[in-house]
């Protein structure tokens, strides 16, 4: 397995965010071939078979990744990657984390005057343990709870180039590039020193110019001077906030019940070569399961799951 294949183009285009950042690559196969379950449950995005919730790590009890030949419980695709969540214990368990990047500790590129502007945030914590209320529930060996959640805020600046038309496109002056323009008003006439008059450019496309392009903010290149001269620093913002509940009832030594419920958000905005007109990504997962285990006789285990999926994705291109 590797993460270092091509993620999912036609997912960054269409539905963007970080499911079509991620690449995993079993056994020499395609991103888009492989199925994930979390729990038992289906955990694959429908639309370009991502994962469809992406767990907090603190939250997980085991994974195992399968290739080649599996039983038939697993279904389709050439890789499986299956994951469990934790479940509370009779003694109460918290932990906490954040983990820090900024790109002011880090090494400077020998040929780079300054670091890029970089700012990492993932922050969380986990607690379990029994359910127990005075007088009430004594839930040892019983009834558990475990509670999850994590966050994340990231900048990372991006450094993009873009052309666009200058103050002598917006004024109708093509002089400089050494060609005639003809009048289409007037049948084998050009304009004088190929400027066409301020009278014949439609408000409507002065208003798209000066509305939505910018004018340039550096010197162009190419042999005329006009290429790449406009440059965009904006850097690409991404919350997300995720929780992950679950209990667990042992009724006795050989049935038990549990449920789990996990819900994402993870807006972004991805910067364009033009300011303020990137894109911006809004997701929403959720997903909840329902799970019943009896052991039958000294051969026999019967494992029964419900359970449901909403995944929504908006890549609003601006």
């Known amino acids: 397995a590797t993460t270092n294949g091509p993620a999912s183009s036609q997912g960054q285009q269409r539905m963007g965010g970080a499911r079509n950042q991620f690449a995993l690559n079993v056994a020499g196969q ?12 289906e955990n694959t995005d ?10 907090s790590i603190d939250a997980l009890q085991e994974f195992k990744v399968e290739s080649g030949l599996f039983s038939a419980e697993y279904g389709r695709a050439i890789a499986q990657v299956n994951v469990s969540t934790k479940s509370g214990q009779n003694q109460f368990h918290g932990v906490a984390f954040s983990y820090v990047r900024n790109a002011y500790f880090d090494a400077r590129n020998f040929f780079a ?4 502007p970089f700012k ?10 029994p359910i127990r209320i005075p007088k009430l529930i004594d839930g040892r060996n019983k009834l558990f709870f475990m509670f999850n959640y994590e966050g994340l805020r ?20 093509f002089g400089f590039l050494n060609r005639a323009i003809r009048d289409p008003l007037n049948p084998g006439q050009n ?8 009278s014949r450019i439609q408000p409507i496309s002065r208003r798209v110019l000066n509305d939505f392009f910018p004018l340039p903010n550096q010197a162009g290149g190419g042999a005329l001077g006009i290429t790449n001269n406009y440059l965009n620093d904006e850097s690409r913002r991404t919350d997300g906030d995720q929780f992950t509940t679950r209990g667990d009832w042992n009724i006795s030594s050989n049935q038990n019940f549990f449920f789990r419920f996990s819900q994402t958000k993870e807006p972004q905005y ?18 909840g399961v329902l799970g019943h285990t009896t052991v039958i006789g000294p051969n026999k285990v019967n494992d029964f799951k419900f359970g449901m999926n909403y995944f929504r994705s908006a890549n609003i291109q601006q």
Not at 113 to 116: A, E, G, K, Q, T
Not at 154 to 173: H, V
Not at 277 to 287: A, F, K, P, S
């Open 30 to 41: 395609r991103v888009h071939y492989n199925h994930y379950s979390l729990d038992g449950m």
């Open 46 to 55: 429908p639309n370009f078979n991502t994962y469809l919730f992406l767990p």
């Open 113 to 116: 005057p300054v670091n890029p």
């Open 120 to 129: 990492r945030n993932q922050f969380g914590g986990t607690f379990s343990g």
């Open 154 to 173: 990231e900048r990372r600046a991006l450094t993009q180039t873009g052309t666009l038309p200058d103050a002598r496109f917006r004024s109708g002056n």
């Open 191 to 198: 304009f004088p020193n190929a400027i066409i008059p301020e």
């Open 270 to 287: 991805i910067p364009f070569a033009i300011k303020d007109q990137g894109n911006n990504v809004d997701i929403l997962g959720q997903q």
